[in-house]
């Protein structure tokens, strides 16, 4: 049961091993990446330029603003091509913001299109990666041909014109100072060495340039962090509403077709009775009768508990601890509970809810496909180490089980099989929850889910 976790991760440019680096493809991608990166950089920077200034030069006319607007949004267009960039010559897959959602209306459009973030921190980026193109290109550049022509100077020295020294000797070759010329083969032995050492030293000059350039990638023409989480809160809501809708349903199912045939089968079973005392039949045919509507009756009311218990538990109003205890006792297989400090912590009643049916899930999980003998269940309040500040708290449970292991989170199928840890990790989502699942084939498998509680306290 492997799960992702949405997150963050800064994007490195992966080096090739240092003995083969000016040799290997990647550094030649790079290479030319710098190449075309100092070819579009003045044509970026005029149109980031020109879209200040006719922003800024129409805004007295407020209408022309639509027309500056629309060539901000342009600046879309140079971000999508700098991450195409970035990935078919340095390897970085930069994600893609979100679209834009156009707004109805006059001044709300207008300011949908002159405050699009986007837009702007991709201006940002085209103005940024001016320099560090030119500076990249040149060092770059720089470095190649001085490791080419050191190591090739004994070639081509000797087209080199005489030049004379201070003594008044005549030299051919590359000079250092007045009179330190490089026509020896010794000396033409270090120069060689030299631009051996620079050639090695180019590819690793060359990535510090093209990190930045995926470093600024990353930041200025991805998603934002606050985009990246109201996405997934969407996607949480829509899981939520769905799942929801899954599950009034299966209760409408199991309405009609099980409580609802039972009454109906309990209602006939007291007609037969009545039918039976009006013709002054047999007692005993009369109370075996009454008996199978007295059975019936108890079934369906059975029913409906079970029903009433898959809806919201009635033990979670005794706290998740109990809650645990209770799902535990009436598992397929030996469940072990460990909590620890549940009872006195103040948990919201979203997040009681959202942790004793991760649990459930996880522990029908062990039991359908892990062939699993038993399941440790470990709950308790820890640090929150998210960095959220050194007062955060979280509710974490591991759910350990000693199964075939192997198990990962996927896109469920055509048929909806696999869909399970992906739907938990949606739904946890909605609080800040995390999913984490280390699941080596052979097992263990490991499940650890994370709640925050200082943010789910606060929504």
Known sequence: MTATMTSTTTPAVAGPPFLLAPFDRRTWRA?????????????????????????????????????????????RGWGSMYRRMARRLLGVDVAAPFPRSPRR???????????????????????VTFPLALVGFVVSTVLLAVAAGSMTHWLWSQWLPLQRASDGTLHRGASFGTDWFVDTPS?????????????????????????????????????????????????????????ADARLRRIERDLHDGTQAHLVAVAMQIGEAREL???????????????????????TLAELRELARGIRPPALDAGLSVALETLAARA????????VGLDSADLPASVTAI???????????????????GVDVVAGIEPLAEGRGPAGRALVLRVHDDGVGGARVRAPDSSGRGSGLAGLTDRLSGVDGTLRVVSPAGGPTVVTVTIPLNLSDGQ
Do not use: C
């Open 332 to 339: 397929a297989l030996p469940v072990r509970v460990h909590a």
């Open 277 to 299: 005392v009006r013709d002054g039949a047999d007692p005993a045919e009369l109370a075996a009768v009454l008996e199978t509507a007295h059975s019936s009756t108890k079934d």
């Open 187 to 243: 000396r033409q032995l270090m120069l060689m060495a030299a631009g051996v050492i620079l050639l090695y030293l180019w590819p690793q000059v060359q990535r510090i340039f093209v990190t930045l350039f995926a470093l600024l990638a990353a930041s200025l023409l991805g998603p934002t962090r606050a985009s990246m989480r109201v996405a997934d809160v969407e996607r949480a809501r829509a899981v939520t509403v769905e799942d």
């Open 355 to 373: 942790s004793y049916f991760a649990v459930a899930e996880l522990v029908a999980n062990a039991t359908r496909h892990a062939s699993a003998s």
């Open 31 to 75: 290479y030319g990446y710098l190449w075309v990166a100092v070819l579009v950089a003045p044509f970026a920077l005029a149109y980031a330029l020109f879209t200040l200034a006719l922003t800024a030069g129409i805004a007295v006319t407020v209408v022309g603003l639509f027309v500056a607007g629309g060539v901000l949004l342009g600046t």
């Open 105 to 127: 209306g006059f001044w709300r459009r207008l300011g949908s299109m002159l405050g699009d973030a986007t837009a702007w921190r991709a201006l940002l980026y085209m103005v």
